[in-house]
T-cell receptor, first 112, second 113 residues
Framework: GESVGLHLPTLSVQEGDNSIINCAYS??????FIWYKQESGKGPQFIID?????DKRQGQRVTVLLNKTVKHLSLQIAATQPGDSAVYFC???????????FGQGTELSVKP | DAGVIQSPRHEVTEMGQEVTLRCKPI?????LFWYRQTMMRGLELLIY????????DSGMPEDRFSAKMPNASFSTLKIQPSEPRDSAVYFC???????????FGSGTQLSVL
């Protein structure tokens, strides 16, 4: 039969608005989390990371929130710009290290 | 630093041919990872090395796939023989210590006809 590709969740926002991208992770033993941005034709680019001993971490225009109780991670982008349009992946790493497992990704589209 | 360098950038080959993808990690990084990205399966970890030693190859799809890291500055991913279902973007990434953020190369777009 014909194969069907993944349809990524899509978030569409107006330029200047704040964006929130959510991610549910699977492994309760994961203790390190990273958000990556992937633009078309490029490799994933590191945005921000957080370890499980923290609930929140801020970078430049970005904030990551971690809720270990419900295994939920979110990325907040302030004052979203057209250059933020990309696919955003969350990734988790277990306490044994090494293996970084990626989520399916969310496509962010910024309307001018 | 030039970042993680992958070659070739694009590879088009015919079914049954051998394909070799190459990666130069960031100098000083001691962990190296090979990922495959497709629309169907997203980003999948194929294998990773720590200090040039393969640590986990459970993601390698089958015996047609093999990876080597002969020294700290070079790794290869080989597919022999290649099949159309191997068509994907293959990424190499490196990190320091294995529990830090990974830096990715630009990928190799592989098309097997």
């Amino acid at each position: 039969g014909e194969s069907v590709g993944l349809h990524l969740p899509t978030l569409s926002v107006q330029e200047g608005d704040n964006s929130i991208i959510n991610c549910a992770y699977s492994n309760s033993a994961s203790d390190y989390f990273i958000w990556y941005k992937q633009e078309s034709g490029k490799g994933p680019q590191f945005i921000i990371d957080i370890r499980s001993n923290m609930d929140k971490r801020q970078g430049q225009r970005v904030t990551v929130l971690l809720n270990k109780t419900v295994k939920h991670l979110s990325l907040q982008i302030a004052a979203t710009q057209p250059g933020d349009s990309a696919v955003y992946f969350c990734a988790e790493m277990g306490n044994q290290g090494g293996k970084l497992i990626f989520g399916q990704g969310t496509e962010l589209s910024v309307k001018p | 630093d030039a970042g993680v360098i992958q070659s070739p950038r694009h590879e088009v080959t015919e079914m049954g041919q051998e394909v070799t993808l190459r990666c130069k990690p960031i100098s000083g990084h001691n962990s190296l990872f090979w990922y495959r990205q497709t629309m169907m399966r997203g980003l999948e970890l194929l294998i990773y090395f720590n200090n040039n030693v393969p640590i986990d190859d459970s993601g390698m799809p089958e015996d047609r796939f093999s990876a080597k890291m002969p020294n700290a500055s070079f790794s290869t991913l080989k597919i022999q023989p290649s099949e159309p279902r191997d068509s994907a973007v293959y990424f190499c990434a490196s990190s320091f210590g294995g529990r830090e953020k990974l830096f990715f190369g630009s990928g190799t777009q592989l098309s097997v006809l």
